[in-house]
Every structure is written in structure tokens, then in C-alpha cells.
């Protein structure tokens, strides 16, 4: 599982909205895909 860090919480949904991700509370999770083979977290 990586980390992806951000400043403002609409910076973090800039980041993974290219990713399939679901919201949680207070960070974003992104699904296991191709660049992040475990998942990541925003």
C-alpha cells in the first residue's frame, strides 16, 4: 500500500481521480490497479 500526500483535501481528489478510489473518512482510498499494484491511500 502506498501513501500519496496532499495539502488540501481537493488536491488529494485531483490526484486520484484518475484512479477508480472510494471515500472514506477523511482520506481517500485508491483500488489496486496497474501503477499502484496494492492500492494506495490519499
Do not use: H, T, W
Not at 8 to 37: T, W
Amino acid at each position: 500500500m502506498k501513501l500519496i500526500i496532499a495539502e488540501k483535501p481537493d488536491q488529494g481528489l485531483a490526484l486520484v481521480s484518475q484512479f477508480k478510489y472510494r471515500r472514506k473518512d477523511g482520506y481517500l482510498e485508491v483500488e489496486a490497479n496497474e501503477l499502484f499494484p496494492n492500492g494506495a491511500y490519499c
